[in-house]
Structure formats: structure tokens, C-alpha cells
């Protein structure tokens, strides 16, 4: 559905992107995650045709996104991180144009998103706030009858009910067997939607896989309470950060020696057990901290 394949763009000397590879696969939502200034957006506008690559080969459809951006745009919705409108307009007459340019004239769905995402039609866009230009941009997104959509930070500015809004609606495109490739620094956005990940640092991919495979690269939390004092030297050889809070032993463990855990711990009498596999935030944070 989409490719990148060792694409690389330069601003002067600040070098945007390094050897990006992006591969989204058709019914798949996506996760592309960084924080500002990775090389998320330049990477999206790469995608959308807006700039050229330096190098590199990209493709939506199987076609050239710079040679024929203008078919592949019949196809694709696209949301900004950052919606400008034309200030005399009309909410409603932005959306409406937007359609318009993708021949698409169904009034019914228009109408539908508008309701969902409690966004007023009438005001001129010069009135609106950031969020509710979001919603113009979302609205007309939804709206389309797309194969891909393509979201740079489509939450920024929504409150957390719209929030909610916008990944039912996320949730039913793909049930539909629509794409998504979805850019977000909000982590738990793109740990409750998407199939896959990957986390891009300085313009470079340093991890990709669906959440399953990125937790297996770290460790589990457990939180144990037995009911006879562990000894000092327990799990020395597997454990780390081992220490007692609140009146539990707290520790870190490779998920693989779970098993050897269990066995060790069982003898002192086990009153309580948590085992937290790591969340998409700790993974990110794992990577940009190794910068400190």
C-alpha cells in the first residue's frame, strides 16, 4: 500500500531524514512515532509529494508519490498536524470544497462527521480555535471515500472526548479494510490503534514491529508480596533494579525468565503477584534515553 525505501532529505546541513524504510501494508493502521523535530512530517510530506527526497524510492499504489502524487491523491486523506483554512469561509464550505476536489459529494457522511465530531458548520474559520480546525480537517478526511489515510498528529488540539471520537472512527475504517498511517507523539493514542510501529530518531528508524514483538526488546515490571522475606542475594543473576516499596519487593526481569522467577519466589509463599509488560512509552523512552 505504501513504501519507503532508504529515502534521505536534507535542509542545508541539517539531514531530515536518514535511510528512512516505511512499509504499510493494506487493512494496517500504522504508528509513526517521534517527537518533534524526528523527521516525522518531513517524512509525510516526502509521501504527499510536497517535497522531494534526495534519495531513495517512494511509492503509494505502486506509484511514484512525486511523478504522480495527483492520482494517488484521488485515493488518499490527508490530515496535518497543523490545519490552516481560509479565514472567510465557512466550516462547512471548507469541508465542502475539500470534497469537491476529490469528486466525492456525499452529503449523508459529510453530515454524519459533522454530528460525531460536534463541530458547528456555520462559523467563519477565522473564529475557530486550533481544535476546532482539526475537526474541519477530520471531518473532511472521514468524509472521503479514501484507501490510505495519512494523519501528521491528527489529535493536536482535540479534547479527550473528540480524541475518543477519532479512534472509533479509525477503528471502523479499518474493519472497512482501509489504511492508516498514523504519526503521533502521543503514545498511548498509538498503542490503543495500531498493528504496527515505528519510532524514528534525528531522521533515522531505530525500531519497527507490532507491539508483541517491540515488548520482547525489554523488560517486564513485577511487583511481588510474599509472605517470608526474600533473601539478599535473591535473583541476582537475572534481576535488575531489584528494591522494596510500600512494603513490596519491586524488580525488573527479562520477560524470557519469567518462568525461572516463579520457581524461585513460590518456596517464600507468594500473597501477591503483578507482572507489567512494558507500555509503548517505555520503549521510546528506553531509546532517547540512551542520549541522555
Given amino acids: 500500500m505504501l513504501k519507503m525505501e532508504k529515502v534521505t532529505k536534507s535542509f542545508g546541513k541539517v539531514q531530515a531524514l536518514d535511510g528512512v524504510d516505511l ?16 523527521g516525522k512530517t518531513t517524512a509525510i510530506r516526502v509521501l504527499m509529494g510536497f517535497i522531494r527526497p534526495d534519495s ?18 484521488q485515493r488518499v486523506a490527508y490530515v496535518p498536524g497543523d490545519v490552516n483554512l481560509w479565514p472567510n469561509l465557512t466550516g462547512g464550505e471548507v469541508i465542502d470544497l475539500f470534497l469537491r476536489l476529490q469528486s466525492q459529494k456525499d452529503v449523508k457522511a459529510r453530515d454524519y462527521w459533522m454530528e460525531r465530531f460536534d463541530l458547528d458548520p456555520t462559523k467563519k474559520c477565522r ?17 472521503q471515500e479514501a484507501d490510505l489515510y495519512i494523519l501528521d498528529e491528527p489529535t493536536s488540539g482535540l479534547d479527550p472526548l473528540m480524541e475518543k471520537v477519532f479512534q472509533e472512527g479509525l477503528r471502523e475504517r479499518k474493519k ?4 492508516v498511517l498514523l504519526s503521533s507523539h502521543i503514545l498511548s493514542e498509538v498503542e490503543k ?3 504496527r510501529v515505528s519510532i524514528i530518531r534525528r531522521g533515522k528508524i531505530i525500531e519497527t514491529g507490532s507491539m508483541k514483538e517491540l515488548r520482547h526488546l525489554t523488560h517486564m515490571d513485577v511487583h511481588v508480596r510474599t509472605l517470608q522475606p526474600l533473601p539478599d542475594q535473591f535473583g541476582s543473576a537475572y534481576i535488575t533494579d531489584l528494591r522494596e516499596e510500600e512494603g513490596e519487593i519491586r524488580l525488573r526481569i527479562d520477560s524470557a525468565q519469567i518462568g ?10 507468594i500473597e501477591s503477584l503483578q507482572c507489567m509488560p512494558p507500555t509503548l512509552e517505555t520503549l521510546f523512552m528506553r531509546h532517547y534515553q540512551e542520549e541522555g
Fill in 23 to 38: 512499509h504499510v501494508q493494506p487493512g494496517e493502521i500504522y504508528g509513526f512515532i517521534g517527537p518533534n523535530g524526528a
Fill in 56 to 73: 531513495g524510492h517512494c511509492t503509494i499504489f505502486g506509484r511514484n508519490v512525486w511523478k504522480e502524487a495527483v492520482q494517488i491523491h
Fill in 127 to 143: 473564529t475557530y480555535s486550533k481544535g476546532n480546525r482539526q475537526k474541519v480537517a477530520l471531518v473532511a478526511a472521514f468524509a
Fill in 176 to 179: 472497512e479494510g482501509k489504511s
Fill in 193 to 195: 490503534l495500531c498493528d
Fill in 260 to 269: 525461572r522467577l516463579m520457581e524461585e519466589i513460590t518456596p517464600y509463599g
